[in-house]
Structure formats: C-alpha cells, structure tokens
C-alpha cells in the first residue's frame, strides 16, 4: 500500500471486466516482460519459469502441477510480472542513492520505489554529516587547524564551534560589520612606541597577558598616558600589593595607569556614548578642533545619523547606566582630546556581555571621530586568548566562512564543500541537549567545563554514540562522554615532531596578525604521541583514501602550507616568509591604506543606543573571571595573589555596601543563584570577600560559575555566552 500517492498517476475509471486471464492478460504480461527485460532476457526467463531446471515463480504460492503437465508457458500474468519486475535491468546502485536523498525517495510511492530497479550493492547510511560536531581550541597550530576543518567539510558539515565562539567573536562581528576586517589594527611597535593614549578596557593585562606589560611600561617611560577601565582595579594596572610586582619591572608601588574608571559591569556602551557626546559637545563649542572632520569626510559613512543620535542621550542615563559621573568622564575626555595617537585595548570584559557587539562598535565610533583608524600608534586592538586562536580563523575553524574562502577549497582539492552554516558553540550544546549530535570531535579544549549551563552540557555529551577527544591532558571534558569514548592523546608545542619526511615545524598566528614558525625541542612524552596533524590527516585517509593526499600532507606539512598559500588570502610564498626569523605581517587593509573592506568601501559609523542590563532589586551584576593561577579551565594553584585570596577559589568578591544591605560580612558563606526566565540555576557555598568594585557589581571565577550562565543568555549577534553579566542573587549557605 503506497503511503504517498504516486504523482505518475493518472487514475481512470472504466467497466469492470467480466473474465479473468485469457489472451489479452498474457499478452499484457509478455510486453509488460520486454519494457523490463528486454526480449531476449524475457524468452530466457518466461520460458524457464516453474519449470524443473527453472525457478520457482517469485510470486504466489499456488502449487506447481507434476512435471509431466507443465507447459511451455507455465505461469500466469501475475507470475510473469513478478518475474519482470525481479529480473529488470535497472539498478538502484551508489549511483542512485548519489542522485536521490533518503529524504526526497521518502516521498515517492512505493511503486516507484520499486521500479527504479534491483539493489545490487550493499548500502550503508552513515550518520549525515550535519551529525557531528567538530570542536576547536585555540591552540591548535595552523596546519593542524587546516586539515582539521578539510576533514569537517570533506565529511559535509560545517559544524566547527570554537572557544572563539566564547572569546573574541563579539570582537571580530563588531570589527568586521564597521571596518570590514575582523582583526586589531595594532602592533607591539605601536603600543611602546608611538600611541599617546593607551586606553584598557575590560582586560587584566597583569595576570592575563603579562607581557603586555613590558610594552605598556615602555610606553609610559616615553611619557604615554594610560587609562584603565574596570569594575576591579587591578593589579598593575591599577593597584599594588606589595612586595610583588608584575613582572618586577617596575618599581614597588608604580601603577601603570594615569586614570581608573570603575565602570560598572556593562556600562561600557553609556561610557563610551558619552565620551562621543562630549567630543561632539567639544566640536560643536569650537568648530574645527576636535574632531578628524577630514578623515570622517573622506573614509566614513553614517556620521551625520550618529551625530544626531548622540546629541539626542540625556547624560542621567549615561551616568546611571555607566556608573560614572559626568565630571570623570569628562576628564577622560581631556585626555582624549589632548593625545594625538590613541589605541583601545580590549578582552573579555567587553566580549561577554548581551550587548558586547554594539559596545565594541561604539569604540570603533569612539576612534573614527579623531581619525584614529589606519596610522601608526592608534587603532582597535583587541587582545586574543589562546596562542593560536586568531589563526585558526584565518585557516577556516569558522561555522559561517565566507563562500569566496569555501570556493577557493573547491578549487584546490576539487570537492564541494558544504555552504550551509553550521553550529557555534551554543548551538552545539542545544544540538547535544536535543540529542542531535552522533559524534563529538574535540581537537583540544574542556568544551564541558570551559562553555556556559555546565549541567546542560554534560548531560548533553552522553547523547552522542561517540566522543573522541584529542587532548594532552585529561579534563573533565573526556568525563562525560558519549556511548563510546575516545581519547588521541597528542604531542604538544613543547615536543619534537618528527614524521616521515623529516623534523617539522609548525605555524601559528599572534593578536597583531603575525606569522611566525614553532617548534618543539624536547623528546616526546611518549612513542606513542602522534601530532595534531598526524592524527587528523590519518583520520582522513582512513575515511577517504588519499583523494587529496591526507598521508603525504601527515609526512610534509610543507605540503600543507602549500595548499595554504593557494587557499588563504595573503599566505604566498608561506614556506619562505615563515623561515625569516619573527615570521610576516598578514595583511590588514584598513591599517595599510585606510582601504575598508566593507559593503560600502569605507568605515561605517554605527548608532549603538545605549542600554545595559536590567538588575532587579536585591540582585546583582555577576562577572566571573580568572585567577592568577589558572589557564582557563586549568587550575595550576589556588592562589590569586594579586586580588589577596590564597587558598581557595570558591569566591565572591563584593561592594561593601552591597554585604552591608544583605547583613552579611566578609567571610561569610553564600550561594550564587541565578535568575533567568527559563528558572534558578544555583552554585553553593562561596565565601564573600569585601572588594572595590562598583555598587551592585560582583565577581567570581569561571569555570566554577558556568552552572550559573544560562544557556539562552548570549550576545546579539556573536552569540557569545554572558559570562560577564549574570544576574544573581545571595543566599546565606544552610
Ligand atoms: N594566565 C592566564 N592567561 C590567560 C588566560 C588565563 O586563563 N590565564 N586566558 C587566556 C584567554 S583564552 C583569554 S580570552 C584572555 C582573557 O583575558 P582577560 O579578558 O583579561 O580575562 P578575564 O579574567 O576574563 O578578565 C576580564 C577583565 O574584564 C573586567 N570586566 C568584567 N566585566 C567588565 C565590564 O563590564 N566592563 C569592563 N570595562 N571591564 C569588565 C574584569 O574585571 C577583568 O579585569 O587571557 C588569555 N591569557
Ligand atoms: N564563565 C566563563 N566561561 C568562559 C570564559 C569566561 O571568562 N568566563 N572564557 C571563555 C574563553 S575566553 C575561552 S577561550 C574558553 C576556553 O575554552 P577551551 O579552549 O575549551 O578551554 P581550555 O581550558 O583552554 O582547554 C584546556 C585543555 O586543552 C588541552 N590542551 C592543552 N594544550 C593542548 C594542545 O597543545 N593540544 C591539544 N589537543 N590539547 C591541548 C588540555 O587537555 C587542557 O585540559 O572558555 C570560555 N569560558
Ligand atoms: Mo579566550
């Protein structure tokens, strides 16, 4: 019975017959046999059928008659049909099923699922592609992030979250929509040597990126003004706790900023706005003298809308939102106005927040105003994480890369990649939730721990048939698992890797886009460690045989940088620009030649209207940040000796005032409880910590707090989770 109707048919009602068989039904049957068979075929088999050397007829069970009565022709017309419809010429082979999707032969009648023909090879239907998910941390090298997303899309997905989905994706959507290029603009050179004002929002240099620090001090020893803005002012930046020092460079008791804004968490985008609206305010007083009018005329659009929008902010919402007062932020402005070259440093501050993309932009707004875009000693410069997680971008560990990167795969290896958008992080984890995830592919990371909903998460992992974690050292992650459960362990940067065509080097790419070569020195911690590359390029060639050359890309990554010269934008002659010492410059057109990639051509400014996140009352602003003692999800030590907490980690850093209107003291045990609109997530048991930061802001470490990022809670656009605005509230531990 046909479950769709068969759209060849063209339903005719006429008389009923009166006989049954007869003549007319075995000529029928015999044409019937020669559309199918073709003539000779039909004699061969019509003649043998239910015959003793024959076959048995395939059709009904009647009973054959004792050989001595058979005849010539011995079946009947539903048996010859039978017998045509089984031995037909037409195949259903791997051609057929290349050519028609499970999908759309669902939708065909049973009859004309039959009469395309005879299997004549075994099928297998392995999980569709879109099933996996293949996950990337930063600190995969360029060639092993390369043939890493080769095999994704070889495979037909792409499906590659990354930890950049959590990090600097804010950064890069924002860059890319205003100036066409998803990158910073900056360079070492131009944060010591030339930029007047370095302004530090939302990052902690002194634990974080330590040796910022060496060219920050630079800086300041030429006589550059620094800004730090922050809800905690910390350590080197801002304050000092004795005896340490950063880096002990500086001398005891030096801070490196000239001024600290403590900025409420996410008031950013009002700090910024207003800083705009009184550079304007400025220009408006005294035409001609503030702002780069030139600059904007020539390589901006959308000036005039934004200026409109600006004048339009009252200040109250832009002091109640920023947390800062109209005479602080207008004594940053002074500052502003008296530096000629002004860099905006960045990180996670800015980039975890609902709104992180808009604030991003309005700092672009910010630097566009005073032509600080595309000359020495200014610029956006946001400050990466992972040491290689800015080239596994360029090398393609992206869910949406742009078709002209997917055309150029095509013509290199010659199959089509998949252009259908695959999964970041967060919808991985739905994906994972939903069980419609088979295979879970990490090249690195603690995807469990590092992501936001933990609970959510692990429960996740255990929907997938199998999981396979290519790792140096066992984390959580490789704990919560699928049905099966794998685990390469791999060399690491330290390591030599020596394959069959020699010693190999590999490459990596840092926050000011520079290429440079790394290679490891020491003997492996095993034999039995085998490369990133290795293992995914055998990957490959044990799934595809070598149709491009997976096993002679795993001997000879020159092979793969080969392919990535053809592939990636400003990668020719990759051999022998890595082998200069300090590596190349990609290029940066915005920087190079004020030349903007985008829609229009040229630097858009954008009208990002200033909001921040609604605390109801008796809840506060959560962040969660890093300790000193710790890489992300791995903990070295349980210490933070900058921040004064020795011990322990479990932690809530807190306003006077705001323990003081709860009755509690420092010391004290809480819970975290977390409000959302899908319900409470809850973190028991951390002790509180008096601390200088803003009214109604908090503070604790990741990845403890992630039970207390809700899922659903992302950035506009970026779709980066809010590890830095969380609402909560406190709960004296029972
Ligand atoms: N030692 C060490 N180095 C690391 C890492 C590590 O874990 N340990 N991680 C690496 C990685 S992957 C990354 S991405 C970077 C992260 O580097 P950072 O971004 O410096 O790391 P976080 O600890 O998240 O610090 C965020 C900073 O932003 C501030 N902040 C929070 N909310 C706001 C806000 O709303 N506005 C403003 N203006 N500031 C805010 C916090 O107080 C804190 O100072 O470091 C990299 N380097
Ligand atoms: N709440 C909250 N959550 C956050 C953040 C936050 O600020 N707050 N920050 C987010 C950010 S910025 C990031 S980047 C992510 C980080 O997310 P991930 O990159 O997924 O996490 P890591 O902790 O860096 O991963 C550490 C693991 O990597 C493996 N590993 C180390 N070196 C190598 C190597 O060379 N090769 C391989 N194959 N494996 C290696 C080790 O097994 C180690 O356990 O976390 C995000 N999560
Ligand atoms: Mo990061």
């Known amino acids: 019975m046909a479950e769709h109707p068969d759209p060849q048919e063209k339903l005719r009602v006429g008389h009923p017959k009166k006989s049954a068989v007869g003549i007319p039904g075995i000529a029928h049957s015999v044409q019937y046999a020669l559309e199918e068979m073709g003539p000779k075929r039909s004699l061969q088999t019509l003649l043998k059928l239910n015959h003793v050397d024959g076959f048995d007829c395939p059709s009904c069970a009647w009973p054959d008659p004792d050989p001595e009565h058979r005849k010539t022709a011995e079946f009947c017309e539903n048996g010859a049909k039978a017998v045509a419809w089984e031995a037909t010429r037409k195949r259903v082979d791997a051609d057929f099923f290349a050519a028609h999707s499970v999908a759309s032969l669902r939708e065909e009648s049973d009859h004309w699922l039959e009469s ?44 590659l979250p990354d930890c950049s989905n959590m990090c600097h994706e804010s950064s890069g959507a924002a860059l890319s929509q205003t100036l066409g290029v998803g990158k910073g603009l900056v360079s070492i050179d131009d944060i010591a040597y030339h930029a007047d004002l370095l302004v530090i929002v939302g990052q902690n240099p002194g634990t974080n990126h330590p040796r910022m620090l060496t060219a920050l001090e630079e800086a300041k020893k030429r006589g550059a003004r620094i800004v730090a803005i922050n809800p905690l002012p910390e350590a080197g930046l801002v304050k000092f706790r004795n005896p340490q020092t950063p880096r002990g460079l500086v001398g005891p008791g030096t801070k490196l900023a000239d001024r600290y804004l403590p900025v409420r968490i996410n008031g950013d985008l009002a700090l910024f706005a207003a800083v705009c609206k009184e550079l304007l305010a400025r220009e408006d007083a005294h035409p001609g003298t503030v702002l780069d009018q030139s600059f904007i005329d020539k390589y901006c659009d959308g000036f005039p809308d934004v200026a409109d929008a600006w004048r339009a902010i009252d200040w109250e919402t832009l002091e109640t939102q920023s947390g800062l007062s109209r005479s602080e932020i207008s004594d940053f402005v002074s500052d502003v106005e008296a530096a000629d070259k002004v860099i905006v440093c960045w990180a996670m501050g800015l980039t975890q927040h609902r709104n992180a993309v808009a604030t991003i932009r309005e700092i672009v707004n910010f630097l566009l105003l005073r032509g600080n875009v ?9 400050i990466r994480g992972h040491s290689n997680v800015q080239g596994d971008r360029t090398m393609g560990i992206w869910e949406k890369m742009p078709d002209r990167f997917l055309d150029k795969l095509h013509e290199e290896f010659g199959f089509e990649p998949p252009r259908e958008h695959g999964w970041d992080t967060v919808n991985t984890i739905r994906a994972l939730r939903d069980g419609r995830v088979d295979v879970f592919f990490a090249l690195g990371g603690n995807f469990v721990a590092a992501t936001s909903d933990t609970e959510v998460t692990k429960a996740g992992m255990a929907n997938c048939a199998l999981t396979v974690h290519v790792a140096t050292k066992l984390n959580r992650s490789h704990l919560h698992h699928g049905r099966e459960a794998l685990i390469l362990p791999c060399l690491g940067r330290t390591e030599r890797d020596v394959r069959g065509g020699g010693e190999q080097f590999v490459t990596v790419e840092d926050s000011m886009s520079m290429v440079h070569a790394s290679r490891g020195r020491l003997l492996p911690g095993s034999q039995n460690l085998r490369s990133e590359v290795a293992i995914v390029t055998e990957l490959g060639h044990r799934m595809f045989g070598d149709d491009i050359g997976w096993r002679h890309m795993s001997n000879d990554y020159r092979l793969i940088r080969e392919h990535i010269s053809r592939v990636v934008p400003g990668f020719q002659d990759y051999e022998t620009r890595v082998a200069v010492p300090g590596g190349f410059m990609l290029p940066r057109p915005p920087r190079d030649s004020r030349t903007f990639p985008t829609a229009s051509g040229l630097a858009r400014f954008t009208v990002n209207p200033p909001d921040t996140v609604v605390v109801p009352d008796g809840h506060l602003l959560l962040q969660t940040v890093r300790s000193h003692d710790q890489f992300n999800t791995t903990v070295y030590g349980m210490n933070d000796r900058y921040r004064g907490i020795h011990g322990g980690r479990r932690v809530v850093f807190l306003n006077a005032a705001d323990l003081r209107d709860r009755g509690l003291s420092s010391g004290d045990m809480v819970d975290l409880i977390s409000v959302w609109s899908d319900g409470e997530r809850r973190a028991k048991g951390f002790r509180t910590v008096e601390y200088e930061t803003p009214r109604g802001c908090a503070a604790t470490y990741f990845p403890e707090a992630n039970v207390l990022v809700p899922l659903d809670s992302t950035a506009e656009t970026s779709n980066t989770p809010t590890s830095k605005s969380v609402v909560i509230r406190l709960e004296r531990a029972s």
């Open 116 to 159: 395309n023909g005879r299997l004549t090879e075994p099928m297998y239907l392995a999980p569709g592609p879109n099933r996996a998910a293949f996950y990337t941390s930063g600190r995969a090298s360029n060639e092993a992030a390369f043939v890493y997303q080769l095999l994704a899309r070889r495979m037909g997905t792409n499906n």
């Open 374 to 382: 595309g000359r020495p000693g200014a610029g956006p410069s946001p």
